[in-house]
């Protein structure tokens, strides 16, 4: 295999690694706790989504972008010196807002103030290793981190409270921390941190920030938004679904990131879409067939995977399975767009993520969480739809390579 594909197979793995941890993450901190402690977990890792999402979005995609391999070295210094700095700024942030907030939620999240710097900037090196062209340091890294966590939360007692289940899952990322750092000190030895780029005005993270905050992190903060205003069970219930269909976003994540080089080289339009469509009616078809295995799962087999949490999580699997469904072909019709019209998908994903968020929150006031799941569907097909249609209504022209992500 040529360097290119191992280096290929290295980034899917890496992905695997990192998506496996998140999964088992969650499905570790659901066996231990009970179905409030969950809750309560819950609401910090989607916080913590948002975060590292936003720092993807603001660091990790411009660092990407660098190609002169001169100014590797500075960059990936600077973006991991920022990195670090703009987390501690943000742990006390939460670390404030944890002390202020009541019950187990505020100690929770003060506990994720206090390991945040830990595993944002873990996670981080991850794209100084891919603009280096070096993923299996990122894969050397990631599962390291993945036998790290598995092995802490493993050993936690049942009903340990999520306060210590977040400060076990942030200081188990040191290892990984401290590999990952000196697996990059070969590229950055003698290089010089700059940290001025990052506080510009016109900062192109700033471009990425808002397609992430519109596309990804509006539906995350409803979510949240659910646990803080009406109750931190509704969290509960979806995280815990969502969980389950965790190897999809492996796929979906894949798809997106090196599907566009290959379909650049598709001779039109024609060819483009033919091809993604076929791709997101199998993913369409994957999200349906996992629904459909999981909603057959027998409780005793459920309650192994997310413990007390299941009975909440399994009422809105139908409804989360069937937005997998419609995000397959979502985002092969987003992907398209980015191959064929790059600058046609910020507008959709404002428009119908924000009514994704709308849905979500008029289907809990009128249903519940059931409502809330079902919002996501609809806010989703919404999406897949508009997509599909500015593909249909594009010109034949030929592809322009560039990238895609999840639409959710």
């Known amino acids: 295999m040529s360097r290119r594909g191992l280096a290929a197979v290295a980034s899917v793995l890496d992905q695997a690694a990192s998506s496996a941890t998140n999964i088992l993450v969650l499905v570790l901190a659901a066996r231990l706790s009970s179905v409030s402690g969950f809750a309560a977990f819950s609401m910090v890792y989607v916080a913590f989504s948002v975060l590292l ?19 590797l070295g500075p960059v990936c210094r600077s973006a991991a010196a920022f ?69 802490a939360l493993a050993v936690q007692p049942a009903g340990a409270s999520a306060a210590r289940l977040v400060l076990v899952w942030g200081l188990s990322a040191l290892p990984a921390l401290l590999l990952g750092l000196w697996l990059l000190r070969p590229y950055v030895r003698g290089a010089r941190a700059d940290l001025r780029p990052y506080l510009r005005r016109g900062h192109l ?53 090196f599907a566009p080089p290959v379909l650049g080289r598709l001779p039109g339009k024609r060819a483009v879409v033919r091809a993604t469509l076929v791709l997101g009616l199998v993913l369409g078809a994957l999200g349906a067939g996992v629904a459909a295995a999981l909603y057959a799962l027998p409780d005793r087999w459920g309650r192994q995977l997310l413990g007390d949490t299941w009975p909440a999580a399994s009422a809105v699997l139908p409804a989360t399975g069937a937005q997998y469904a419609v995000m397959g072909l979502g985002t092969c019709a987003l992907l398209t767009l980015r191959v064929l019209a790059p600058k046609a998908t910020l507008s959709l994903q404002v428009v119908f993520s924000l009514l994704s968020v709308a849905f979500l929150l008029a289907g809990y006031a009128a249903w519940g969480v059931t409502g809330a799941a079902w919002g996501l569907v609809l806010g989703s097909a919404l999406k897949a739809t508009a997509a599909w249609w500015r593909v249909h209504r594009l010109p034949a022209a030929g592809p322009v390579c560039g990238a895609a992500r999840p639409v959710e």
């Open 53 to 71: 999402g936003l720092n993807m979005a603001y660091v990790g995609q411009t660092v990407v972008l660098e190609k002169t391999a001169e100014r």
């Open 83 to 151: 990195t670090g700095a703009a987390s501690a700024a943000a742990g006390l942030v939460l670390a404030a807002a944890g002390a202020l907030l009541p019950g187990a939620v505020g100690t929770a999240f003060l506990a994720l103030g206090c390991v945040l710097p830990l595993v944002l900037l873990q996670d981080g090196l991850r794209y100084c290793f891919s603009a280096l062209r070096t993923p299996q340091r990122a894969l050397a890294a990631d599962t390291l981190r993945l036998v790290c966590v598995v092995a």
């Open 205 to 257: 993270g700033q471009r990425f920030v808002v397609e992430f905050a519109v596309g990804n992190g509006s539906s995350q903060l409803a979510v949240l938004g659910l646990g803080t205003f009406a109750t931190p069970l509704a969290v509960g219930a979806l995280r815990g679904a969502t969980t389950l269909f965790g190897p999809l976003n492996v796929l979906f994540n894949s798809a997106s990131a």
